[in-house]
């Protein structure tokens, strides 16, 4: 069965960094693009970057370029987003999500919590 | 970048009838075009891609259409099990743009 599971998520204080880390498991996680998408409590979707099966291609929204990278492992079937300079803005449940063969998301994980507060 | 326009942000409506969420794209997408439904406290789920095809599992009573920039999802017989948001998804070009999704609830 595929699955794809967040970790890493917390409370955290302005200006202060998290990293974040999405295992993926069921399918070939090298031949897909990945992406993370965020809400904030009581919010709709907002896309925050994406990386290709081979990392050639990265974007990231407006909101967080600067801020956030997004890396991943395939030997490790890992995804990654290195969260910096955070801010209360940031505050949001964190999903990992799967590309189909085009960059629309097939598969998402349950999402975890960060949340930016002194 | 491209933004995506949701409507109506809410609407509510009796068990059978028919419902329909219109999203425009501020330039043409061709058929990037997605639509997700969310339940409440739940994960989003792909319903519709390339505009108008239907994911496997996904009941007939939801369709997609559109094309460039004017696109529709409808719910040809509302079920109380599809009580969510809607939201639809440009992937045509980065920044995947989101629309600010459509709450549907029964009357």
């Known amino acids: 069965e595929v699955h794809l599971v967040e970790s890493g998520g917390g409370l955290v204080q302005p200006g202060r960094s998290l990293r974040l880390s999405c295992a993926a498991s069921?399918?070939?996680?090298?031949?897909?693009?990945m992406h993370w998408v965020r809400q904030a409590p009581g919010k709709g979707l907002e896309w925050v970057s994406s990386?290709?099966?081979?990392?050639?291609?990265?974007a990231y929204a407006d909101s967080v370029k600067g801020r956030f990278t997004i890396s991943r492992d395939n030997a490790k079937n890992s995804l990654y987003l290195q969260m910096n300079s955070l801010r209360a803005e940031d505050t949001a449940l964190y999903y990992c999500?799967?590309?189909?063969?085009?960059?629309?998301?097939?598969?998402w994980g349950r999402g975890t919590l960060v949340t930016v507060s002194s | 970048d491209i933004q995506m326009t949701q409507s109506p942000s809410s609407l509510s409506a009796s068990v059978g009838d028919r419902v329909t969420i219109t999203c425009r794209a501020s330039?043409?997408?061709?058929?990037?075009l997605v639509w997700y439904q969310q339940k409440p406290g739940k994960v989003p789920k792909l319903l519709i891609y390339?505009?108008?095809t239907l994911q496997s599992g996904v009941p007939s009573r939801f369709s997609g259409s559109g094309s460039g920039t004017d696109f529709t999802l409808t719910i040809s017989s509302l079920q109380p099990e599809d009580v969510a948001t809607y939201y639809c998804?440009?992937?045509?070009?980065?920044?995947?743009?989101f629309g600010q999704g459509t709450k549907v609830d029964i009357k």
């Open positions: 390339a505009a108008s």
């Open positions: 990386i290709s099966w081979n990392s050639v291609s990265i």
């Open positions: 330039q043409g997408i061709r058929n990037y």
């Open positions: 998804q440009n992937y045509n070009s980065a920044p995947l743009t």
């Open positions: 069921g399918f070939t996680f090298e031949d897909y693009a």
């Open positions: 999500a799967k590309s189909s063969g085009y960059w629309y998301l097939d598969l």
